[in-house]
């Protein structure tokens, strides 16, 4: 019955999972470590460094902004889409297919859903946790000038729950450590050519196509207009798709979980 | 007054009532169109050799794999549409502990606590007592992973009773576990049945089966071939006595001939011949007066495990 119904059941108890994964979190906190300096180091040399030599970047008629104000917001993107990433895969298949937690949790009032929506908020807000503290840094480095960039916070939770449920997803077929270097190859490129170093319009209109069909130039483009007080009725557009992509991905994910570890 | 009552009200109602219910993975039947009954405050048993379905059947009545076919109500409820319900009044310890390792042990019961939606104050009040029961109070603090097999396996048993389960699954309880280990498991068990909860094991030890079910049904290859009392059991699919012989001898076979019409039934063993008897000195007399000599003769009770290799046969199941 499960099957035929678009969404698995659960019993509105994801934040019992999201409660297990914080105290497990309060040990292991220094992994955060790591994943709010990455940006940071990009930052620097990137927006900084290599600022120096590209000068201003025009991002709009007539107006041009330093180089490190243009990167800022892509590189907020990112992280929100690392964060979620890194641990609704790895983290996510371990639980899944080694600590096995996920068959304990299921003997209780939980259900597939549950699972998914708690791990997929957890992932999130981790992504969260990121870009935040990527923002205050951005601040004192003076590459934030306008106050909509605090919108910029809730657009990395859209971030992060779109990346978040859809690695989650891709993680359920995994068979091996050795895929997650599939992950890799999808994040890599896409952290490096969704418009996050240099505009869009650097591409031929061809390419523009393709750049805009992969979800992190939406992240990107989206906290750009928020970072940078550009904000028109474009930015509907990213957020009704990284929305459908968050709601696909927890519905996905649901189902899986239904078929692996409820048969 | 004109309040409805409570579908498992009823004391003479069974809490799990299954009908024709199937297990099928493709073309495999896992679980062949068995018929249970067990009824409140009872040890319950499935026994069978590996592959015989019992763990496909203790996961139907779970609520963690949907029957393909037949009835299935627990507590008077189907499991198809009041899963989470009836999982609220399960304690389930599952064949391999699943315990989270990444927690302490009184995390481990606060956050499982959780899952059935208690206080944080209820389930730190309920880890302290369950600790005590599992009598692993001064271990509350350590992390899971070093533990002994049967202190993760009594954890895993606290855990299960978290939500005052009234029914308790266990899959293979002492599987792996020393002989003592085995014991205090089994005396912590007595307790949960004296204190009214239902239990349901699966076991392939025989011993394990006698000292705790009252009533148990010997599955092979998904079906039922015998159920009752282990008592009853012996009664019904063994005799009372076994009579052992040994011979000098590379094939027990040769000596069948010997010891014809002594026993209602003789079963040859590599190493000796099983001769099943209501009275096995009389079969011994019987043996002396014919002359025949075994290296020894040894006469024992049946024993459930004589039911069980008669039910199942001596062919190695994988």
Redesign the interface.
């Known amino acids: ?2 099957r035929s119904l678009p969404l698995p ?1 659960g ?1 509105g ?1 994801a934040r ?2 999201v ?2 994964n914080y ?2 979190f309060r ?2 906190w220094t992994v955060l470590v790591s994943g709010f300096f990455e940006p940071v180091f990009f930052l620097f040399s990137m927006g900084v460094g290599i600022g120096a030599l590209v000068g201003d970047v025009e991002v709009g008629v007539g107006r041009t902004v330093p180089y490190a104000v243009f990167v800022a917001p892509a590189l907020l993107a990112a992280s929100a889409m690392n964060g979620a990433v890194f641990d609704s895969t790895t983290n996510v298949f371990f639980k899944l297919k080694y ?3 996920y ?9 597939p859903r549950d699972v998914a929506v708690g791990e997929i908020t957890w992932a999130l807000l981790r992504g969260l946790v990121y870009s935040g503290a990527f923002l205050v840094v951005a601040a004192l480095a003076g590459a934030v000038t306008t106050w909509t960039a605090l919108l910029a916070v809730p657009a990395a939770t859209l971030i992060g729950w779109a990346f978040a449920s859809i690695g989650m997803a891709t993680t359920t077929y995994m068979r091996s450590w050795a895929d997650f270097d599939f992950v890799q190859l999808a994040i890599l490129p896409m952290f490096l050519f969704s418009a996050t170093f240099y505009p869009l319009s650097t591409y031929p209109p061809a390419l523009q196509w393709v750049v805009q069909a992969t979800p992190l130039y939406h992240g990107v483009a989206m906290v750009r207009d928020l970072m940078l007080g550009t904000v028109d009725q474009g930015i509907l557009v990213h957020v009704a798709y990284l929305a459908a992509m968050g709601a696909i991905g927890t519905v996905w994910t649901s189902r899986r979980i239904a078929s692996l ?3 | 007054m004109a309040a409805e009552p409570l579908p498992a009200g009823d004391p003479a109602e069974p809490l799990i009532s299954a009908r024709g219910l199937v297990k099928t993975f493709g073309d495999f039947t896992a679980v062949d169109a068995i018929d249970v009954d067990v009824r409140p405050g009872e040890a319950f048993g499935f026994l069978g050799p590996n592959g015989a379905g019992k763990s496909s059947t203790m996961k139907m009545i779970g609520c963690v794999s949907p029957p393909s076919a037949g009835s299935l109500r627990i507590m008077g409820l189907d499991p198809a549409t009041h899963g989470p319900a009836i999982r609220a009044r399960l304690g389930v310890v599952p064949q391999r502990d699943t315990l989270d390792e990444e927690l302490t042990v009184e995390e481990n019961i606060w956050v499982y606590g959780r899952y059935f939606g208690l206080s944080r104050s209820e389930v730190r009040r309920r880890a302290a007592e369950l600790l005590e029961f599992a009598q692993l109070a001064e271990r509350s603090r350590s992390v899971v992973e070093p533990l002994s097999g049967g202190m993760k396996r009594r954890l895993t048993i606290a855990r299960a009773l978290v939500n005052q389960p009234r029914i308790l699954l266990l899959d293979e309880p002492t599987t792996g576990l020393d002989p003592q280990a085995r014991h205090v498991l089994w005396d912590r068990l007595f307790r949960l049945k004296r204190e009214g909860v239902t239990l349901v094991l699966t076991t392939h030890y025989m011993d394990e089966a006698e000292q705790l079910c009252d009533r148990l049904v010997v599955m092979d290859h998904g079906r039922i071939v015998a159920e009752g009392s282990p008592r009853s059991l012996i009664e019904e699919h063994s005799t009372r006595e076994v009579l052992e012989l040994r011979f000098d001898s590379d094939d027990h076979r040769e000596h069948l001939a010997a010891v014809d019409g002594v026993a209602d039934r003789v079963e040859v063993l590599p190493d000796r011949l099983l001769l099943y008897t209501a009275d096995g000195e009389s079969a011994q007399a019987e043996l002396g007066r014919r002359g025949v000599e075994p290296l020894s003769s040894l006469v024992r009770r049946s024993t459930l495990e004589d039911v069980f290799l008669h039910l199942t046969g001596r062919t190695l199941v994988d």
Not at chain 1, 103 to 111: N, R
């Open positions: 019955m499960a059941a019993a108890m019992m999972l409660e297990r105290r497990s040990r292991t600590a096995r937690l068959d304990s949790v299921l003997a209780t009032p939980l259900g570890l409820l048969r």
